[in-house]
């Protein structure tokens, strides 16, 4: 693993960056995205990225979230894991996507519609070794909360089966 890697693990490990990222990362990676027309996320030059828009559980509007993903499949599907850095709540998307399951991400400069299922039992353990191996900061964060992380599966929709 390079060593570019293995210092940002350390670093995005610690209560620091816990406490700073939620603030800093997404409005960046909002920013440049914006700015660049979809074709670069900050974060996802260390991680892949999508941006999640989903629409708010209270409010219906759309809230665009980026993200770190893990894709499965070739991309046909994508692991979301809610942990926000390793705080205490649940962070707003993972409430979002509970509430309006049908969502959009931004992936590769395309806008795929897709649908959220938050993952139980077995099917989340799976996901959740697999998650581990890809970024083990996670093991990190899972350890600083009581709360079990929301793991969410997307897959793709067919819009044409919808019409």
Not at 112 to 123: C, F, M, N, S, Y
Not at 139 to 159: C, G, K, M, P, S
């Amino acid at each position: 693993m390079p060593l570019g890697v293995r210092l940002v693990q350390k670093v995005s490990s610690t209560r620091a960056f816990a406490k700073v990222a939620p603030h800093v990362v997404p409005a960046m990676d909002r920013a440049v995205h914006r700015l660049t027309r979809g074709k670069v996320l900050l974060s996802a030059q260390m991680l892949p990225g999508v941006v999640l828009t989903a629409r708010g559980a209270r409010s219906g509007l759309p809230r665009r979230t980026p993200l770190a993903c893990m894709p499965e499949d070739g991309a046909a599907t994508w692991l979301l894991v809610g942990s926000n850095f390793g705080r205490t709540g649940h962070p707003a998307w993972t409430g979002n996507l509970l509430a309006h399951p049908d969502a959009e991400v931004s992936w590769k400069r395309r806008d795929i519609p897709v649908r959220a299922r938050l993952l139980a039992g077995t099917e989340r353990e799976e996901a959740w070794r697999a998650l581990l191996d890809f970024w083990p900061p996670y093991a990190t964060y899972q350890a600083r909360v009581e709360r079990e992380i929301r793991v969410f599966r997307l897959t793709r929709r067919n819009e044409d089966a919808a019409a």
